[in-house]
């Protein structure tokens, strides 16, 4: 491969490099991505003092220009403008590749619509990395991202996907990862099948298997395997586990609504089953309905 300042020659313009950086491990860097951080103008990342460990590793000395959530709106102009003017720039996240779950979207979108050549550059990412030594089916999933910090929030976050049949992926921190456990396994059931990823690539790597209910009590006893930084993946929904779950919010609806004003039935439903407060509404208010028109 041509080293980037020969290719960005050749193209006759600035090219932006989605450059994927380790997510624990230095060695998992690939030779590609050291020669692109070292030969490229500028090196656009989360936290300059993080990249610049990275770079002090490697023995590369470049600019590098901080770009992230609170200062996207202001800092992607100026990069468009160097690249414009043929300079050719590095976007690195902290760890992982760039703009999964990170900043860097609205930078890929407006180069492309310039013109501007974007070319990716793979390696490590720490949800596919959990997914492939998981052990859950692999053949579709969903990435959530991080869950809302707020116990309700995230409860209706799981009930959004509840009955997704593919794996559902998450990242979460080490000091939300219990009420993160507790509220899934509040909205999917205690029994569905799940695993922990913790600390990646990392000395400390573990995987954890098991129900959500039973990985809630292992990090209860272990407050060891609470630290760190955490995927979660649990498995999809069946179409028997999607079934049952809408038979016992609707069982549980029709005896509440039958001595309860319908908000409060609704709301009392959602807190004994996990489900979501606005869907069991309307699910009431149609109940009502029906029945009001068959007693007419």
Excluded: W
């Amino acid at each position: 491969m041509s080293p980037p300042n020969q290719l960005d020659a050749a193209l006759g313009s600035g090219v932006l490099y989605v450059v994927a950086t380790p997510i624990g491990n230095l060695e998992d860097l690939t030779a590609r991505a050291a020669a692109i951080l070292a030969g490229v103008d500028l090196i656009a990342c989360e936290d300059t003092r993080h990249s610049r460990r990275l770079l002090d590793h490697l023995g590369i000395r470049k600019p590098l220009c901080a770009y992230h959530d609170h200062n996207e709106a202001r800092t992607h102009p100026r990069l468009l403008s160097r690249l414009q003017a043929g300079d050719s720039i590095a976007l690195i996240s902290d760890a992982g590749t760039p703009l999964i779950n990170d900043t860097g979207f609205t930078l890929v979108r407006e180069a492309r619509a310039q013109g501007i050549r974007v070319i990716p550059v793979p390696g490590p990412s720490a949800l596919i990395c959990a997914l492939s030594a998981a052990g859950l089916p692999s053949d579709r999933f969903l990435f959530l991202g991080f869950p809302p910090r707020s116990s309700a929030a995230r409860r209706a976050f799981f009930d959004q996907v509840a009955k997704e049949p593919g794996t559902l992926l998450l990242y979460e921190s080490g000091k939300r990862m219990m009420a993160t456990l507790e509220d899934s396994a509040a909205v999917l059931g205690e029994t569905r099948q799940a695993v922990i990823a913790r600390e990646l690539t990392k000395r400390f790597e573990t995987f954890l298997t098991g129900t959500l209910g039973d990985l809630h009590a292992r990090l209860s006893a272990d407050t060891d395997q609470q630290l760190g930084e955490f995927v979660l993946l649990v498995t999809g929904a069946s179409g028997d586990e999607g079934a049952e779950q809408e038979r016992e919010e609707a069982r549980i609806l029709a005896i509440l609504c039958a001595e309860l004003p319908t908000r409060q039935a609704a709301a009392l439903t959602a807190r004994i089953t996990g489900g979501q407060r606005n869907r069991l509404y309307r699910a009431a208010l149609t109940c009502q309905q029906a029945e009001a028109q068959t007693s007419n």
